[in-house]
């Protein structure tokens, strides 16, 4: 069983940095498809960046282009979401995702997703 643990959130100022880890652990593969989402209050999951680990094909969000990095380290089964000049829109609950099977990758679909962690919470003040 695949289990992805989040970490790294926190409460920043506007325009500070955060960076999140997840890492995996559990019988993982050597491809596969990553992503974080973030889910604020009242509002429907988002998916904000997206990796292929084999290809490094990335997608990132409109939302947080220019802005959010995400990254793998494979030595250590972990990815990231370097997230930098945070906005108090950026607050929500974010997600890391592991899927092994997919159709499409990069992927901001839910559905794409067989795995998902419990979540770190990002609260940017203004």
């Known amino acids: 069983q695949v289990q992805p643990v989040e970490s790294g959130g926190g409460s920043v100022q506007a325009g500070g940095s955060l960076r999140l880890s997840c890492v995996v652990s559990g019988n993982t593969y050597s491809r596969y498809c990553m992503a974080w989402f973030r889910q604020a209050p009242g509002k429907e999951r988002e998916g904000v960046a997206s990796?292929?680990?084999?290809?490094?094909?990335?997608y990132i969000s409109d939302s947080v282009k220019g802005r959010f990095t995400i990254s793998q380290d494979n030595r250590k089964n972990t990815m990231y979401l370097q997230m930098n000049s945070l906005k108090p829109e950026d607050t929500a609950m974010y997600y890391c995702?592991?899927?092994?099977?997919?159709?499409?990758?990069?992927?901001?679909?839910?559905?794409?997703?067989?795995?998902w962690g419990q979540g770190t919470q990002v609260t940017v003040s203004s």
């Open positions: 990796r292929h680990t084999g290809t490094g094909n990335t």
């Open positions: 995702a592991i899927a092994h099977a997919w159709t499409y990758c990069p992927s901001a679909r839910v559905q794409e997703y067989q795995y």
